[in-house]
């Protein structure tokens, strides 16, 4: 037979739970705006019945007990968001990569190399078709000399940009490291609440979010195991086991899109760690192009120049700096006029001949416009360089498209995650006021079992 | 699907900020007029719009190397027309001067008349263009192309021509070569005025008469040549000038805004902007909150 009081310990376990259940809901709705929270919910389950009568064929019920306070988040989710916020940032960070590399070029417009080589066979064809006017010489060398300057200055900001680049992947690289210490610590806290049977939900969300940060500079992957701590690895480089951390690597190769340690190479495949070192890759490619571009007009203007007669009685003179083979040409780096021409435009040569009026070879030099070079893949200068610059364009489209699309793939991923563990204020004012009302009836009955024991007592008395 | 508070709030800024956005680029077009301000604003057309300003730029160097070619031309002309003067006024002093009921005095007359006209006609065969290059001496157009040492002329200059470029990879020959042609034309006149001071009547009507009559019409082919030439020259600038109009066309039609369709875009996005506007105000003021005590 239950106890005479056995009516006031049930009353109690209720006003107990209700009270957790409308503490859960405050915390759920102070945390209505926290990154990464999962909303909580308390599990009630009906106390084990104390007392059985009647050859154990009743069982009286002895109130209700807060079995555990469970976070709504759904870990398949989250393999998807790692996975698509990786995409999503690589493409990002690249789109916005290739956008600096085009807006170096400042094309279309009269700033770009285009117009000023444009510019340049211009004069040539003015030099060719009035040698005898002295500032048709003076107009061939301003131009060509801001083709080249053109030509350098484009290669130099790419290296510029080279340069903040690589110091983006080192940050990003000091980034991963952060966030690494940080799961561990939080491994480590994680491991301790397991072991004592809690669930330590507040932790669990933090490095949940820790783990999405992470995922957007690299592709990571997670093992839990069994005492409740994450195993993480970043572009397959064990970076977090249980409370250790390794330092990530920080020696990169922009041509395989790898780190390595010295030992072993992890090529990266995800994340914004990748879109910066696809930028790197696509810089050399620009500034090589450019360096082609140089070398080529070096070597056909110097070869068709040679053969003239400058004002100067010389020939054999150069038009673009040259270095003497074997040594290699030197690129568009420090691409500029031959010394001879910078400091006198009469050490151009308009012609083959000493004829004022000869203007055959810069004919030739003008009809290099429309020249096709092997070199180039059957392309003119002006080809090669328009191809290079429109196949950036299209890659930048394509890129941004591929961006734009893996970013509505996660935000349907957000959504969805958002939609099992957001918290909905008007969900949490209901259970608020459900749990009040419980908690009142709970209160009523805990007065009515203290008036029945008050009864009982006064009974005595009597 | 559940729908959560944070869920409203995040999805209504996102849109806001993308309606906005959206907004703010035709609001850019619009006031800058132009639709591609960086290639890969029509990645498609960027390889087009390259080309076409590259021709651009050297359909306008052809224009002003045919500003150069009106230049010879034209000059040319001139002196070539002024010297077939000079040579129809000889051939009528020969018909005068092989008249025998001319007297002797009189044929001196016209022989200074004609030693005039020889120095006139050096001074055209030495004539200048714009640039102040010589017009008639070939390549060599900073030496004087003819002197002349007591009676006889000499050309100095050289029979290549000057080629000035018109088109992509197509040149025009604009000068013309004077040479041999001048220094005939030189050479009767003098014979004639020998002819004069020497008082050979018969001599001058038998040779002089037609030499100089030959005369006028080489020079008239020669100055016929240049005027077809200055018509080429001619005919290659209205070209120029439609090919240039084509090309403003179609590097407008990449780069620049079509206004019409913007301002509707515009409109649109305004509306939509709005709206997105209107829709977060409403929702965000409703809540089970109002209607709690």
């Known amino acids: 037979m239950p106890g005479s009081f056995h009516g006031i310990s049930m009353a109690s376990s209720a006003l107990r739970a209700f009270q957790r259940a409308m503490e859960t809901s405050g915390h759920n709705l102070a945390n209505v705006n926290t990154r990464g929270y999962s909303r909580q919910r308390v599990e009630m389950e009906a106390l084990d019945p104390l007392a059985f009568w009647n050859g154990a064929q009743h069982a009286l019920g002895s109130g209700v007990r807060v079995e555990n306070i469970t976070r709504a988040r759904e870990m398949f989710l989250e393999a998807r968001f790692h996975s698509s916020s990786g995409d999503f940032n690589r493409f990002n960070e690249y789109a916005n990569g290739l956008a600096?590399?085009?807006?170096?070029?400042?094309?279309?417009?009269?700033?770009?190399?285009?117009?000023?080589?444009?510019?340049?066979?211009?004069?040539?064809?003015?030099?060719?078709?009035?040698?005898?006017d002295p500032n048709a010489k003076v107009r061939v060398r301003d131009a060509a000399s801001l083709f080249a300057s053109r030509v350098r200055t484009t290669h130099a900001e790419l290296g510029t940009f080279r340069g903040q680049t690589e110091a983006n992947v080192q940050s990003t690289i000091g980034q991963i490291n952060g966030i690494a210490t940080q799961i561990a610590t939080l491994n480590g806290q994680i491991r301790a609440a397991h072991a004592s049977g809690g669930s330590p939900n507040d932790l669990l969300d933090q490095r949940d979010t820790l783990i999405r940060d992470l995922s957007q500079l690299?592709?990571?992957?997670?093992?839990?195991?069994?005492?409740?701590?994450?195993?993480?690895?970043?572009?397959?480089?064990?970076?977090?086991?249980?409370?250790?951390?390794?330092?990530?690597?920080?020696?990169?190769?922009p041509v395989t899109m790898s780190i390595t340690d010295g030992t072993t190479t992890y090529p990266v495949r995800g994340g914004s760690l990748l879109g910066q070192l696809q930028t790197l890759n696509r810089i050399d490619k620009a500034r090589t192009e450019l360096d082609t571009l140089a070398n080529n007009m070096r070597a056909q203007f110097n070869a068709v120049h040679q053969t003239g007669i400058n004002g100067l009685g010389?020939?054999?003179?150069?038009?673009?700096?040259?270095?003497?083979?074997?040594?290699?040409?030197?690129?568009?780096?420090?691409?500029?006029?031959?010394p001879a021409i910078r400091l006198d435009p009469n050490a151009i040569a308009s012609g083959t001949t000493t004829a004022a009026g000869d203007g055959?070879?810069?004919?030739?030099?003008?009809?290099m416009r429309s020249v096709k070079l092997a070199v180039?893949?059957?392309?003119?200068?002006?080809?090669?360089?328009?191809?290079?610059?429109?196949?950036?364009?299209?890659e930048i489209d394509q890129t941004v498209a591929q961006a734009d699309t893996f970013g509505s793939v996660l935000t349907q991923i957000e959504a969805q995650a958002e939609s099992i563990s957001g918290v909905n204020m008007d969900e949490e004012m209901t259970d608020?006021?459900?749990?009040?009302?419980?908690?009142?009836?709970?209160?009523?009955?805990?007065?009515?079992?203290?008036?029945v024991t008050e009864d009982l007592i006064n009974m005595v008395r009597r | 699907?559940?729908?959560?508070?944070?869920?409203?709030?995040?999805?209504?800024?996102?849109?806001?900020?993308?309606?906005?956005?959206?907004?703010?680029?035709?609001?850019?077009?619009?006031?800058?007029?132009?639709?591609?301000?960086?290639?890969?604003?029509?990645?498609?057309?960027?390889?087009?719009?390259?080309?076409q300003r590259s021709l651009k730029s050297a359909i306008s160097q052809y224009d002003s190397n045919l500003r150069i070619a009106k230049d010879y031309t034209g000059n040319s002309e001139t002196q070539l027309t002024e010297m077939q003067g000079i040579l129809r006024k000889g051939y009528e002093l020969a018909v005068q001067g092989a008249n025998s009921t001319?007297?002797?005095?009189?044929?001196?007359?016209?022989?200074?008349?004609?030693?005039?006209?020889?120095?006139?006609?050096?001074?055209?065969?030495?004539?200048?263009?714009?640039?102040?290059?010589?017009?008639?001496?070939?390549?060599?157009?900073?030496?004087?192309?003819?002197?002349?040492?007591?009676?006889?002329?000499?050309?100095?200059?050289?029979?290549?021509?000057?080629?000035?470029?018109?088109?992509?990879?197509?040149?025009?020959?604009?000068?013309?070569?004077?040479?041999?042609?001048?220094?005939?034309?030189?050479?009767?006149?003098?014979?004639?005025?020998?002819?004069l001071i020497g008082g050979q009547p018969g001599v001058i009507s038998g040779m002089n008469v037609d030499a100089l009559k030959a005369q006028t019409e080489r020079f008239s082919q020669l100055r016929s040549e240049a005027g077809i030439a200055m018509q080429q020259v001619k005919d290659l600038e209205s070209m120029n000038a439609r090919r240039m109009d084509e090309l403003t066309e179609g590097i407008s039609a990449i780069e620049d805004v079509d206004f019409a369709d913007a301002v509707t875009e515009l409109s649109r996005a305004q509306t939509a902007y709005q709206a997105s506007l209107q829709v977060a105000s409403n929702s965000f003021n409703l809540s089970l909150m109002d209607y709690l005590r």
Do not use: C
């Not at chain 1, 600096?100 to 030099?127: T, W």
């Not at chain 1, 038009?319 to 083979?325: E, G």
């Not at chain 1, 608020?432 to 008036?451: H, P």
């Not at chain 2, 959560?4 to 077009?29: C, L, P």
């Open chain 1, 100 to 132: 600096q590399i085009e807006s170096v070029y400042r094309e279309p417009g009269e700033s770009g190399i285009g117009h000023a080589l444009d510019k340049m066979f211009d004069a040539f064809s003015g030099l060719a078709s009035n040698p005898s």
């Open chain 1, 218 to 253: 690299a592709n990571v992957t997670t093992t839990l195991q069994s005492d409740g701590t994450f195993n993480v690895h970043v572009s397959n480089f064990p970076l977090v086991n249980g409370e250790n951390t390794r330092e990530f690597p920080t020696a990169i190769d």
């Open chain 1, 314 to 338: 010389n020939t054999g003179v150069n038009f673009f700096n040259d270095v003497t083979p074997p040594a290699l040409p030197t690129g568009a780096v420090d691409f500029d006029l031959d």
């Open chain 1, 360 to 367: 055959g070879l810069a004919l030739n030099l003008s009809q």
């Open chain 1, 376 to 394: 180039f893949g059957d392309k003119t200068f002006q080809q090669y360089y328009a191809g290079n610059l429109s196949s950036l364009a299209s």
């Open chain 1, 432 to 451: 608020l006021m459900r749990y009040q009302r419980s908690y009142q009836a709970a209160a009523r009955v805990l007065t009515i079992m203290d008036q």
């Open chain 2, 1 to 51: 699907m559940r729908v959560t508070s944070g869920h409203i709030y995040d999805n209504s800024k996102r849109n806001i900020q993308s309606n906005f956005a959206e907004m703010v680029k035709w609001q850019n077009q619009l006031s800058s007029g132009k639709r591609v301000t960086k290639l890969s604003d029509d990645a498609a057309q960027s390889g087009l719009l390259l080309r």
């Open chain 2, 102 to 195: 001319v007297d002797q005095p009189a044929r001196l007359a016209l022989a200074d008349q004609v030693v005039q006209m020889q120095r006139r006609l050096v001074d055209l065969a030495n004539g200048k263009g714009n640039d102040g290059q010589y017009l008639f001496a070939g390549q060599l157009t900073d030496t004087q192309p003819y002197t002349v040492s007591g009676n006889t002329i000499t050309y100095n200059g050289d029979a290549n021509g000057i080629r000035v470029e018109t088109s992509p990879g197509q040149t025009m020959k604009v000068n013309t070569a004077g040479g041999q042609d001048f220094i005939n034309a030189y050479n009767q006149l003098e014979s004639l005025r020998v002819n």
